[in-house]
């Protein structure tokens, strides 16, 4: 992914989150955040997408990430996600999504950015740029097929 950039948060406060989450939205780029959780042995890690470039990525790639074991039949009973109440940290609040995994970055009420799974960011980045590679928008199109009009054939050369 683009930029590289990996953060230890120990706990989402104010100062933390909001020079991340500046970081992120001022380079456009995901920032790799490593979460050190109060209680918990195991760090969380997650990728911080800013908004404009979620949706620019969401734009582009052709189909949803697949769930995690999807089409396994051999699974055990699925587990039903849990319910997570909104958490508030400073001028930021959390919203975990059911399914999914995602976590909403909302400040003043307005999603700023997402936390992801880092192998779903950069399976949507890699779907994404692969579809965006192979567009030509018409005008594009027309320009391009009309330069290979103008070129020699292969037997003229």
Request: no cysteine; aromatic share 8%; net charge negative.
């Amino acid at each position: 992914m683009g930029i590289q950039i990996d953060v230890v948060v120990g706990y989402p406060i104010n100062d933390e989150m909001e020079r991340v989450l500046g970081l992120a939205e001022a380079v456009g780029e995901p920032v790799t955040v490593t979460f050190m959780w109060e209680g918990r042995e195991e760090a969380e890690r997650a990728v911080l997408v800013p908004a404009a470039t979620l949706a620019l990525w969401e734009h582009w790639a052709p189909a949803a990430y697949p769930a995690n074991g999807a089409g396994d039949e051999d699974r055990a009973v699925v587990e039903e996600p849990q319910l997570a109440h909104p958490a508030e940290f400073g001028a930021f609040t959390l919203f975990r999504r059911r399914v999914g995994g995602r976590t909403a970055v909302a400040r003043k009420g307005v999603v700023v950015a997402e936390l992801l799974d880092p192998d779903e960011a950069h399976w949507l980045q890699e779907k994404a740029r692969n579809v965006r590679q192979g567009f030509m928008d018409p005008k594009q199109k027309a320009a391009f097929e009309e330069f290979l009009a103008r070129q020699a054939s292969l037997d003229e050369q």
